[in-house]
C-alpha cells in the first residue's frame, strides 16, 4: 500500500495569514503516461462529509475559493491556503488514488490563532 | 443535483453482520465508479472499498478484505457494502462516494451512516 504522511498533524494560524499543509507519499503517485499526479485534498468541517478541494495535485475543485492551492509532484506535496479565514477551519486530508487501494493521510487540524 | 444517502447502521454485537446501503441520484450510476470510506469516532478517514462500473473490478483495504464484501444494483441505483465478522475497530461513520472517473478522485459524497459494534 501507498502510505500519505502529513505535516504537521495541527497548524494555529492568524487570520489573513498563510497555512501550509504537506503530505508526502511513500511512492511515486506521478503517473508517466499522462504526467498526472494522483493526489487529491479534501477539506473535513465537524459533523460533515469530506469536502473535495484540489485533485490532479493542483486543480481546484469547481466553486472553491482562489486561496486554496496545491501544489507538488511525486511523492511531495503542499496544500496552501494563502489568507486564512475563519470558515477554512477544519481538519484537512490528501488522498492518493494512483493504486487500486486509495490511502488517505492522517489528517492537519488546522485552527485560528 | 447528485445525492448520496447511506442507510442501514446501527448497533450490532462483535462476529455479527450488517449490510449497508447508499441510494443515488441525480447521475447515470450506472457509469460510475464507488466507493466506501469510513472514519471512527475522533479519528480520520479510511477508504476501505472501490467497485468499478459495471461490477467489472472490486477494491478493498486490507483491514476488511475477506470480511466485507462491496456490491451495487445499477437498476437499483444503488451501492451495497455486506459486512460480516465485524469487529469493535469497524465501529465508524460509513461514507458512500463516487468518483468522478475511472481510478480518480471522490468528488460527492453522502452525509454517512454510523456503525457500532459492541456488547
Known amino acids: 500500500d501507498i502510505v500519505m504522511t502529513q505535516s504537521p498533524d495541527s497548524l494555529t494560524v492568524s487570520l489573513g495569514e498563510r497555512a501550509t499543509i504537506n503530505c508526502k507519499s511513500s511512492?511515486?503517485?506521478?503517473?508517466?503516461?499522462?504526467?498526472?499526479?494522483?493526489l487529491a485534498w479534501y477539506q473535513q468541517k465537524p459533523g460533515q462529509p469530506p469536502k473535495l478541494l484540489i485533485y490532479w495535485a493542483s486543480t481546484r475543485e469547481s466553486g472553491v475559493p482562489d486561496r486554496f492551492s496545491g501544489s507538488g509532484s511525486g511523492t511531495d506535496f503542499t496544500l496552501t491556503i494563502s489568507s486564512l479565514q475563519a470558515e477554512d477551519v477544519a481538519v484537512y486530508y490528501c488522498?492518493?488514488?494512483?493504486?487500486?487501494?486509495?490511502?488517505f493521510g492522517q489528517g492537519t487540524k488546522l485552527e485560528i490563532k | 443535483e447528485v445525492q448520496l444517502v447511506e442507510s442501514g447502521g446501527g448497533l450490532v454485537q462483535p462476529g455479527g453482520s450488517l449490510r449497508l446501503s447508499c441510494a443515488a441520484s441525480?447521475?447515470?450510476?450506472?457509469?460510475?465508479?464507488m466507493n466506501w470510506v469510513r472514519q471512527a469516532p475522533g479519528k480520520g478517514l479510511e477508504w476501505i472499498s472501490c467497485?468499478?462500473?459495471?461490477?467489472?473490478?472490486?477494491f478493498y483495504a486490507d483491514s476488511v478484505r475477506g470480511r466485507f464484501t462491496i456490491s451495487r444494483d445499477d437498476a437499483r441505483n444503488s451501492l451495497y457494502l455486506q459486512m460480516n465478522s465485524l469487529r469493535a475497530e469497524d465501529t465508524a461513520v460509513y461514507y458512500c462516494?463516487?468518483?468522478?472517473?475511472?481510478?480518480?478522485?471522490?468528488?460527492?459524497w453522502g452525509q454517512g451512516t454510523l456503525v457500532t459494534v459492541s456488547s
Open positions: 462516494a463516487r468518483e468522478q472517473g475511472s481510478g480518480s478522485y471522490q468528488n460527492y
Open positions: 441525480g447521475f447515470i450510476f450506472s457509469s460510475y465508479n
Open positions: 488522498q492518493q488514488y494512483y493504486s487500486s487501494e486509495y490511502t
Open positions: 511512492q511515486s503517485v506521478l503517473y508517466s503516461s499522462n504526467n498526472k499526479n494522483y
Open positions: 467497485i468499478r462500473s459495471s461490477s467489472s473490478a472490486m
